[in-house]
């Protein structure tokens, strides 16, 4: 069974221009969230989707970042425009579950990592 | 307030001694769930355990062990006769029961294992 994949891996771009990464969660799996590392700090939650909709979204830290899950299958999480502050690893995590239980494991993906020039 | 404080930025260690890593979280919930991740060089977060808020026996599978201690809010890992694959980062993780699945993470604990 294929695990959670995301991409690009990789991505550098400059200031003020767009990006759009992709996750394709764990087939099956109703529950998709976002979370991202930047410098080196501690992994923080982004949102969470339960099929198409938006369940939590209180860690987008703006406006210029809009995730969609059409639907309920891969999602992506667009930054437009990107600023420096953006650059870190974009992860992207799927469990099973219709609400979330925190008692399911979240399977995580390798991540995008994302440099804003 | 969820908070999840991993102060040690970086451990090394030579092979085969044992290493623990440390997890202080805060918390106002009764019921909760704590983890531990790895982050090999791959890059990709893999997960160790699962802890809910009503289970304090430590467990151990093979050379890991974890040490949960609700008095002093500590979720301890510990890596007997360390390998040079165990070389990574590694995360230690809290979720509420009130905040669903949602996974507030400490920064982070680098572990270097030399030959």
């Not at chain 1, 939590?56 to 210029?64: I, V």
């Amino acid at each position: 069974e294929a695990g959670v994949t995301q991409f690009p891996s990789h991505s550098v771009i400059e200031k003020g221009q767009t990006v759009t990464l992709r996750c394709d969660p764990i087939s099956g799996h109703d529950n998709l969230y976002w979370y991202r590392r930047v410098m080196g700090k501690e992994i923080k939650f982004l949102l969470h989707f339960v099929k198409e909709s938006k369940q939590d979204e209180s860690g987008m830290p703006n406006n210029r970042f809009l995730a969609e899950r059409t639907g309920g299958t891969y999602s992506t999480l667009k930054v437009q425009p990107a600023e420096l502050e953006d650059s870190g690893v974009y992860f992207c995590a799927s469990s099973q579950g219709s609400r979330g239980a925190p008692y399911n494991e979240q399977f995580f993906g390798p991540g995008t990592r994302l440099t804003v020039l | 307030a969820q908070k999840v404080t991993q102060a040690q930025t970086e451990i090394s260690v030579v092979e085969k001694e044992d290493v623990t890593l440390d997890c202080v979280y805060e918390t106002r919930d009764t019921t909760y769930y704590l983890f531990w991740y790895k982050q090999p060089p791959s890059g990709e977060l893999v997960f160790l355990i699962r802890r809910n808020s009503f289970d304090e026996q430590n467990e151990i599978s093979g050379r890991y062990s974890w040490n949960f201690q609700k008095s002093t809010s500590s979720f301890n890992f510990t890596i007997t006769a360390s390998q040079v694959v165990d070389s990574a980062v590694y995360f230690c993780a809290l979720s509420e029961m009130r905040q669903g699945n949602k996974l507030v993470f400490g920064a982070g604990t680098i572990l270097r294992v030399k030959s």
